[in-house]
Each structure stands twice: as C-alpha cells, then as structure tokens.
C-alpha cells in the first residue's frame, strides 16, 4: 500500500504517447478536484464539532489536525495549479512534439506523479485523523445529551 501510482510498472513514463500521458495526467487532475472537495467535508466534520470540545488537551489536538489538514489543502491547491500546467504542456506537446526536450519533460511528469503519491499518503493518513478525533467527539456529545436527559 506503499505505491499508489495510477501508470503502469516497467518504462511506461518513457515510452508513452504524449496523448498517453495527456489521459493520464487528466486522471490526475480529476482525482485531486475530488480529493480537494473532500477536504471542504473534512474542514465542515471540524467545525461542526470544535464546538462541543471543553478539555484543553481535546482543542489542542483538534488544532493540531486542522494545521496538518491545511498544509494538505496547501498541497492539493499547488498540486491542482502544477497539474493544469502540465496539461498545457502536453497539449502543446500533441500538437508540436518538439516543444519540449522529451527526457526532461517525461522526467518532471515522473516527479509529478511522486508528489501526487506523497499528496494522497498525506491526505490519507489526515483523513484517517479528523474521523477519529470526529468520532470521539461525537461520542462526547452523545454523553452530553443523555446528561442533559437525566437532569430533566
């Protein structure tokens, strides 16, 4: 689960078509659009539930998670940017293959896609963080309400 790469193993990034890598790094950007949308829902679980938090060390932590979650928002946002670029690139590429010396060019989509890889890692693994902290929190308003409950 160390490789989330989307191409295919051997030489592929220097042996396909630049149309090849056009689909390819299309793919990408629809991936990233998706995962910056999930990070909108992720910021809204945050907010709906900071709320109810009263401990210190439980706001702490939330913060923390919502510095990390936006250093990955930073990530998506310049990962979205790269990618558009990179997709003007290509189709520059389509249309006239001696645009760009190719080695470089099929070297900084090779980079790309390691930045991609090292983005999705990050988003996972901060994902995993907010549904935690916003499952505890959730456990702790249902505690609230059925104090409130028992006081009536």
């Known amino acids: 689960m160390s490789d989330f790469r989307n191409r295919p193993k051997d030489n592929f990034m220097h042996e396909a078509t630049w149309e090849q890598l056009y689909v390819l790094t299309e793919h990408w950007q629809s991936d990233i659009e998706f995962y ?12 709906k539930y900071f709320l109810y938090l009263s401990k210190k060390e439980n706001i702490d932590l939330v913060l923390e998670i919502e510095v990390n979650l ?8 310049t990962l979205l940017e790269r990618i558009h670029k990179h997709l003007h690139h290509l189709s520059a590429l389509v249309d006239d293959p001696f645009t760009y010396v190719s080695d470089k060019f099929r070297d900084e989509h090779e980079q790309l896609e390691d930045d991609l890889t090292q983005f999705l890692k990050d988003f ?9 902290i916003t499952e505890h929190m ?3 308003e249902e505690l609230i ?3 409130n409950v028992l006081h009536k």
Do not use: P, T
């Not at 996972?124 to 935690?132: A, D, G, M, P, T």
């Open 36 to 47: 910056k949308q999930d990070l909108n829902f992720l910021h809204h679980l945050i907010d």
């Open 145 to 147: 309400k059925q104090l």
């Open 138 to 140: 959730i456990g702790g």
């Open 70 to 77: 936006l250093d990955v928002e930073k990530q998506c946002n």
């Open 124 to 132: 996972r693994q901060n994902r995993k963080e907010v549904f935690s």
